[in-house]
């Protein structure tokens, strides 16, 4: 052990200098809050034999992804949330990248209160809003059906879908419009061409956001979609109470996998810049 | 030259919400003319370039390309073809695809756009430019690419909006000759707008030198430099000393056309306040009892006076305006 007294805090101590070594303390302590609970769930998701007090698993095995794969309706959940993902971005993209291009592009009395209103959506808390929604759904009958969960997750990311967008479009300067329209190309033509692949970055950015948020929402689906619509976050609660925690465990990887590999393939668009431009009332 | 009217612009008014603008613009441009928009920022040169193009709407008037309205047309239908201060080419398109992009609206088969886009890219001398994207090129590669984008389109018009104001001093020199070589070997009638009066004389047939949202003066640069139709373009165009020697009248000489003398007995005469040798010619301050003058000196001349020193000034072509 003596080859291995550098790791000793007294040693650490001296090479580093006191301060440098407060500084790695800290440092470590940070990590361990917030990768701590995420390397647990790894090591908890791929053990075998696991007993306190042990700090890694005294056997490897994979016998809980076999557990959870092979719950029907574990799967079936997990093809509901992809489906209210990609059908809400869809469907918030054709519904806000015209407002946002509208919002970014014409001045008109109101457009600012247009705009703060998509905030003002995000400042109540959501549980209420969601009763409220509630009330109506039953009146309208939409409690229970696919699109009523739709409509829930599509206003999540409302804001980040109208702001965005138009903050990008607002960055794509009028005159390589103008260029287009020069050339030859309508107005149809010229966003299809022009104005849509310059402001792509900010869009996949709010469509990345929109995504993640709708694999995410669990409350609103549990009051409007149950006892159809199980998305993952909200068979999430299921597990949690009914399965083991390794169980729990390979669940909630399953959960972050989607989202981590997306926040990757987008890393090069995902800057404080594209964000910053979206939210500027400009 | 053709004495056909290629464009012509009768009666148009544009105003904006604040009130600024232009009133009643009437003008005739011929078939492979090239007249620039000459004026400070502000005085409405961009504005008519822009109603040309489609991108404004006139309240009033006409706009007439070969005896054709094109006033209710969008710009994309519009027989003109716009080069921007800014490039504007797409950032995300290369070369090529950005030259192609208004033929392939136009329909036209594939090798034929191929042949036009080298042939246009050598007629900028941009040869073998067409993988690059925008962001490769300088400014003065891009704007040559922008120019060449409007000329594929075989605009009937060709409208610069102050088009090498963002280059520097030699490039822009460069570009200059280069456009006008274009110009009148492809024979193309073009409206190009510009601040600099250097630039402006340089290029045009015609120029017309605009006031706060009005025309002052339509003319050659010959005679809008030796005959200018107002104080005001006496005074934009070149340099030009004014004196008041009768209550309301101002005279206006050239510096070039003054000759200093020594000792008294001139036009005017006055002490010599300053000397600045400015490379080919030397211009000398003279302090008069009507105020400063200024005259350009050939570098030879200039030798025998001193500051401090009593001179006389000879005009020799003067210009009155009266207020």
């Not at chain 2, 300088?138 to 605009?155: D, E, F, M, T, Y």
């Given at each position: ?35 701590g609970?995420?390397l647990y769930?790894l090591v908890l998701a791929f053990a075998g034999q696991y007993t306190y007090p042990d700090i890694l698993p005294k056997t490897w095995s ?221 | ?323």
């Amino acid at each position: 052990m003596s080859s291995l007294s550098f790791l000793g805090p007294r040693h650490m101590a001296r090479t580093l200098g006191r301060r440098k070594f407060w500084e790695v303390v800290l440092l470590v302590g940070f990590l361990l809050v917030f990768y701590g609970p995420l390397l647990y769930t790894l090591v908890l998701a791929f053990a075998g034999q696991y007993t306190y007090p042990d700090i890694l698993p005294k056997t490897w095995s994979l016998q809980w992804w076999k557990y959870v794969l092979k719950q029907p309706a574990l799967i079936k959940s997990m093809v509901y949330s992809f489906e209210f993902a990609i059908c809400s971005v869809l469907l918030s993209l054709a519904v806000c990248l015209p407002a946002a291009y509208v919002l970014a592009r014409y001045k008109f009395t109101g457009r600012r209160l247009i705009m703060f209103t998509f905030l003002i959506g995000n400042a109540f808390p959501k549980i209420g809003m969601y009763t409220s929604m509630g009330i109506i759904y039953y009146k309208v009958g939409l409690m229970g059906t696919f699109l009523g969960v739709l409509l829930v997750h599509m206003l999540g990311s409302m804001m980040q879908m109208i702001w965005l967008p138009a903050g990008a479009f607002r960055s794509v300067p009028v005159q390589q419009e103008e260029a287009a329209r020069d050339a030859g190309a309508g107005p149809l033509r010229t966003f299809f061409y022009v104005t849509l692949p310059m402001a792509w970055p900010g869009i996949a950015v709010a469509c990345m956001f929109a995504f993640i948020g709708s694999l995410g929402e669990s409350v609103g689906t549990l009051m409007v979609g149950l006892p159809t619509y199980r998305t993952m976050m909200v068979e999430m609660y299921g597990v949690i109470l009914d399965y083991p925690a390794t169980a729990g465990a390979v669940f909630s990887i399953l959960l972050i996998m989607p989202n981590l590999l997306l926040i990757l393939v987008m890393r090069k668009y995902i800057g404080a810049d594209t964000i910053s431009k979206g939210y500027k009332m400009g | 030259m053709d004495e056909t009217i290629k464009l012509e612009i009768r009666n148009m008014t544009k105003l904006y919400k604040n009130g600024d603008g232009v009133r009643d613009v009437n003008l005739k441009v011929r078939k492979g003319e090239l007249m620039t928009l000459l004026g400070p920022s502000g005085c409405g040169k961009t504005t008519i370039l822009r109603t040309i193009g489609g991108f404004l709407q006139c309240n009033a008037g006409e706009i007439l390309i070969d005896g054709k309205n094109i006033v209710a047309m969008p710009p994309e239908k519009r027989p003109t073809a716009m080069v921007f201060q800014s490039y504007n080419l797409w950032p995300h398109m290369t070369v090529y695809d950005n030259l192609a992009f208004g033929l392939k609206l136009r329909k036209i088969p594939k090798p034929e756009i191929a042949e036009r886009i080298a042939d246009a890219l050598k007629l900028v001398k941009m040869e073998g430019m067409e993988k690059k994207y925008p962001n490769q090129m300088s400014g003065g590669q891009q704007q040559r690419v922008a120019i060449a984008r409007s000329l594929l389109l075989k605009p009937e018009v060709l409208l610069l909006d102050e088009p090498f104001s963002a280059l520097d001093a030699k490039i822009r020199m460069q570009m200059r000759e280069e456009l006008r070589k274009i110009q009148t070997d492809l024979d193309i009638t073009v409206v190009f707008v510009t601040h600099d009066q250097e630039e402006a004389m340089a290029l045009s047939d015609v120029t017309v030198v605009m006031n706060k949202g009005s025309v002052e003066q339509i003319g050659s640069p010959y005679e809008i430099y030796h005959h200018p139709a107002s104080r005001y373009v006496a005074d934009f165009i070149g340099e030009m000393n004014f004196i008041e020697a009768k209550l309301g009248v101002h005279t206006a000489i050239r510096p070039e056309n003054i000759t200093v003398r020594k000792g008294p007995g001139g036009d005017l005469d006055g002490t010599v306040r300053n000397i600045m040798m400015l490379g080919h010619y030397t211009e000398m301050i003279v302090d008069t009892e009507l105020g400063l003058i200024k005259a350009f000196l050939s570098g030879g001349e200039a030798e025998e006076f001193v500051r401090g020193e009593a001179v006389s000034l000879y005009f020799s072509e003067t210009k009155e305006f009266s207020e």
